[in-house]
């Protein structure tokens, strides 16, 4: 009776399925993270330049799939011989990464920001939102390729104000993901999981008729 005893404490156990953590192996609970890559205008004038693009940032995920990433963004928008601007822009972003537990994942965000020429000059909030994807290549160290598009509450990007809509401008960039904290975060949840595996049975000892 004992054996039965013990085979069905087994299976209540494990009932509880072991959490996954192979995110936090890969990844962690926040990142840095840099890019290099392009700019282009969508506004007044004809033929838009390809542009230089650079960004510096922060994540923080709230769960495997889920983050905040604030970003300060520098780059310039350009018309051949007509138009040359340095801009930068603040965004905040929530980020949904498909498949958090594998080393190669797509991702998507979208968020709000504010937009600014240099010193200042000319300022407007914004939208954006974008894809892109993801490889870990060693242990808390991600390369990723991204685009994004941004709609600017402004129709003087480019300091002309015509047609019927506010200027936009989409970005494309290759850049880096630098994970830490998982290690801390993992040690808790596998700590949580054994506390109530132990909790489990203590209680089943105790409502176990005596024989």
Do not use: W
Not at 116 to 144: M, R, Y
């Amino acid at each position: 009776m004992c054996l039965v005893g013990g085979q069905a404490n087994a299976q209540e156990q494990g009932d509880i399925s072991k959490p996954k953590t192979k995110f936090y192996d890969l990844r962690g609970t926040n990142a840095f993270d840099a890019v290099l890559g392009t700019s282009v205008i969508n506004g007044d004038f004809v033929d838009p330049m390809f542009e230089i693009y650079t960004h510096f940032g922060y994540k923080r995920h709230l769960t495997p799939h889920l983050s905040i990433d604030f970003g300060y963004h520098k780059f310039n928008l350009a018309y051949i011989d007509t138009f040359n601007e340095g801009f930068m822009s603040f965004d905040l972003n929530v980020e949904l990464i498909m498949i958090p537990h594998e080393r190669f994942s797509p991702f998507i965000f979208a968020g709000a920001g504010y937009n600014a020429s240099n010193h200042f000059k000319q300022t407007a909030p914004k939208v954006q939102g974008g894809i892109g994807l993801e490889c870990v290549v060693s242990n808390q160290f991600a390369l990723k390729l991204c685009a994004d598009y941004n709609y600017v509450s402004s129709d003087t990007l480019d300091d002309l104000e015509a047609g019927a809509s506010d200027d936009t401008y989409f970005r494309i960039a290759f850049g880096v993901n630098l994970y830490f904290g998982g290690a801390e975060k993992k040690a808790k949840i596998l700590k949580d999981y054994s506390t109530e595996i132990e909790s489990n049975s203590i209680t089943d000892d105790k409502n176990r008729p005596k024989l």
